[in-house]
């Protein structure tokens, strides 16, 4: 499958694209992952997009391009792909538009996961990421805790809370969603490929994506 998840910080969009790649082989690309590996291993990559990611800003959308250009072209999209978190901005889509017609590729669905607020902010401060930046599981201290002293599951790397999970970045990272980001269900809508999808359990998500993938 070939879809963009959209959806605030929190909405479940990472948990989601994992559960989804385990059906089909397609690769979950999440630009926020691929920004901490940069970050970490403080490449010029990193250290440019650093400071905006811990002020909970966007990190330019030419800084993102460069990225996903030559990402969507690697052999393991030929499969498919879920995309996390890109595009953010009407920029970001216009140009993906144009790419997506350069790889003569069609996306399946836009999915806008739904969430009350109240949860969203209630699941940002209850996470935990696991450090190993080839692992990056996502756990939930209320949902689906690491072991008992803090390990993941998959790999026993430790699991540590994000830097961008301070109160004043998650309030930041809301408000630039708002402004930035929301736009693009309205622009999707009106492309025609938009399927909201209101539930709270992941395993509904899933369900409710791929049925509406095949009903198409
Ligand atoms: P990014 O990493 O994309 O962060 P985000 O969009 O803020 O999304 P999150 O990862 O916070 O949340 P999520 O929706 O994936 O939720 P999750 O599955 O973890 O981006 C970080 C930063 O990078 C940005 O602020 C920006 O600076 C930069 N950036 C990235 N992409 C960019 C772009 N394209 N352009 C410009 N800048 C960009 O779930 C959250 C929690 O809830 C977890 O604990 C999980 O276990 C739990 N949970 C999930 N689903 C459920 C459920 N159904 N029931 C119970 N708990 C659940």
Redesign the pocket.
């Known amino acids: 499958m070939r879809i963009i998840?959209l959806?605030?910080?929190?909405?479940?969009?990472?948990?989601?694209?994992?559960q989804l790649t385990d059906l089909d082989g397609s690769v979950q690309i999440?630009?926020?992952?691929?920004?901490?590996s940069a970050v970490k291993a403080g490449t010029e990559l990193g250290k440019k997009?650093q400071g905006?990611?811990e002020?909970?800003?966007?990190?330019?959308?030419s800084?993102?391009m460069e990225i996903?250009e030559s990402r969507l072209e690697e052999p393991d999209c030929k499969k498919g792909f879920i995309l996390?978190?890109?595009?953010?901005?009407i920029p970001?889509a216009e140009a993906l538009k144009k790419l997506l017609k350069k790889l003569n590729l069609k996306l399946d669905l836009v999915v806008d996961?739904d969430v009350p607020r109240e949860?969203?902010l209630d699941?940002?401060t209850?996470?935990?990421?696991c450090s190993n930046p080839e692992c990056q599981e996502?756990?939930?201290?209320?949902?689906?805790p690491p072991t008992a002293d803090g390990k993941c599951l998959k790999c026993g790397w430790k699991v540590v809370q994000?830097d961008?999970?301070t109160e004043e970045?998650i309030t930041k990272?809301l408000i630039?969603?708002n402004e930035k980001?929301a736009p693009l269900i309205d622009y999707y809508k009106k492309e025609g490929s938009l399927k909201t999808i209101s539930?709270?359990?992941?395993?509904e998500?899933v369900n409710g994506i791929t049925g509406a993938i095949k009903k198409k």
């Open positions: 998840l959806g605030a910080p929190g909405a479940g969009k990472g948990t989601v694209a994992k999440s630009t926020g992952d691929i920004l901490r997009a905006y990611m002020r909970g800003e966007l990190v330019p959308d800084l993102i996903m996390d978190g890109f595009p953010r901005t970001q996961l949860v969203v699941r940002l209850t996470r935990r990421t996502i756990y939930n201290v209320k949902s689906k994000r961008d999970e970045a990272r630039t969603y980001t539930f709270t359990s992941s395993q998500i």
